[in-house]
């Protein structure tokens, strides 16, 4: 896939022996900040949203279009451990994995490192289900777009 | 009007000598700052659409209820002057007034003060219009619900 | 208490019979909103925020007091279930209760309903540690204040 | 210098024909958008901030090593203009140039367009001082170190 498609970001899909990892690189700006000088312990979910938006960008599925095909992913449920703070005007890595899926689940892992990954600032686990927007209801299954996700994703960490 | 359709609200509708000002304290929490330990200058919108939307809410529109009729009162223009900052944990009263309409245009004059009114933290002026959301277009004129609000605030402060 | 400490909130100490649970009333504006017209999942952290900083400030704590003590107490620990979304224009109750404290971890349970009780959209645990500020290290027991706090609330509960 | 110090950016320093513009592409996330499907009026400060702080990164000054020497450089004045709306998914170029400085003031303005220019969506314009940390005051005249980066600016400027 061209960078074309992805100006803004500096997300790259890792060799395969790194298992399926993504990393988007993210700067501390002010308004990341709070009182203490270092990230606001909800700035992260913002980073983790733009990773996982990201992530599926490069397999194909762009999300405002999941969203306009009457779809959406929420986030039903998440735990964050936040190991070490960040500074202003630092750069982190933000990594993303999606794992195993359990029915219409779909369970994302972050780690949230220093770029030479030496530093562990955050480690997250997420899950999103796939919501028939019309019916304000959780599918039964994921949408044919995501589930051709999926599929694609698995043949590539096989190779 | 009773508390009862408030109940989050210290929004308050000014004696009319006051001349139509609505006043709702804010209490800085640690995600309203930013590094330096004052107010990230850009919070001062979410607490400025608060006291629109709440000053709207006490004369019978709920914005909600708008949108769902299909309008919106997207902010078009606005400038804000920061004349001294604010602290983590002060409170302060965020007052707002609607001033005269020019078509659908609606412009809001705001003063972010200390509660005893001495000390002034920031001034802004906003400006918005009504919008057809199947549309998405700026309406010839505003929706009948809003103009007959405006038609009540007017006969408020001319009693 | 007199509601002059507590000028701009709707949080009350519930009757003892309720546990030590405090609620605070929060409406949904359209910042906190996201493109699905509900509540964005880290809009959430800010409503568990404001409701933590205003349970220690209703025993005496005001946070901003002990952040120029010299201390912190961050977020280490967060895990959030989303069970049902919440709509603009929604008032919900953000209800938490300061748990038992393990060493300088302190652990508050959350729980967001609708007003009445009877609708249940977000359950959470979120974890506290004790920092000094100046060594930037997680303190071997908690503030003096802190502690103080904990023993003022556990007679509280116990009467 | 390098973009080796910029990893996650996409700023470009435009020719200088482009008379000193510099332009951040930013992908729209959910996060940035609000009920309506298009971004929060507040979002727009962000990527603002954003681009202003890159911009001074570009020239050689760090804004957070600014910080630690003592100086800020707040926002004291902003006018904007929103003149089309962003949907989620779009990707926005976020200009910026600085402008004449008057004393201690910093006059930044703003434009908001698509990648390829066509399409305009937000213009703005901003004003910052320079401040003293500690006095907590404004400062006479401009930090050495932001002296020096308007003096290597305005040389580049005329080559």
């Known amino acids: ?7 803004t970001n500096a997300i790259e899909h890792l060799p ?3 298992d399926g990892w993504y990393i988007r690189l993210v700067k501390v700006f002010p308004h990341h900040t ?3 000088g270092v990230v606001w312990h909800g700035t ?8 996982r ?9 762009e999300y ?4 306009s095909s009457g779809y959406e992913l929420p986030v039903v449920e ?6 070490k703070s960040v500074r202003m005007g630092m750069t982190v890595a933000v990594k993303t994995k999606m794992m195993a899926t359990e029915g219409v689940k779909i369970n994302w892992d972050y780690l949230i490192t220093s770029p030479d990954g030496d530093e562990l600032y955050v480690t997250a686990k997420v899950t999103l289900v796939a919501v028939d927007r019309e019916k304000g209801k959780i599918m039964r299954r994921l949408p044919a777009s995501v589930q051709d996700f999926l599929n694609r994703l698995a043949i590539m960490e096989n190779q």
Do not use: F, K
């Open 78 to 83: 998440m735990s964050i451990r936040y190991h």
């Open 34 to 36: 709070d009182y203490s």
């Open 44 to 51: 992260y979910l913002t980073w983790m949203e733009e990773a």
């Open 53 to 61: 938006v990201e992530t599926l960008s490069l397999i194909g599925i």
């Open 16 to 18: 395969s022996q790194n």
């Open 64 to 67: 405002a279009d999941l969203v």
């Open 1 to 7: 896939m061209s960078n074309n498609s992805l100006p």
